[in-house]
């Protein structure tokens, strides 16, 4: 059974840098492509980033690129989301995904990790 596991949830500051981590046991980590997506109170849940297997391609929300950076650890099963310069609107729980294919749809993700929470004070 996969399990994805992320960490790293905290109430920070504006302006303030935030890295979230993705652990991955189960499966074969090396072959999925990773996501992460959040969902913010009251509000769906939406695309943030993905990864591919190789860490060859990634690919941004027009909300986060610039400030967001994805990358992956293949040795260790790991994913990691760094978040520069947050802004009160990326409060949000914040959820990584593993799914066959590089998307930005959450449908293409199988697994999904619980979940943790980003709160970006003003």
Known sequence: QVQLVE???ALVQAGASLR???????????????????????KER???AYIS????STY??????????ISRDNAKNTVSLQMNSLKPEDT???YCAAGPLNSWEAKNY????QGTP???SS
């Open 60 to 69: 941004y929300s027009d909300d986060v690129k610039g400030r967001f950076s």
């Open 46 to 48: 939406e695309f943030v």
């Open 110 to 113: 199988n697994y999904w990790g």
């Open 7 to 9: 960490s790293g949830g």
């Open 20 to 42: 979230l981590s993705c652990a991955a046991s189960g499966g074969t980590f090396s072959s999925w492509a990773m996501g992460w997506f959040r969902q913010a109170p009251g």
């Open 118 to 120: 980003v709160t970006v």
């Open 53 to 56: 297997p190789t860490a060859s």
């Open 92 to 94: 949000a729980v914040y």
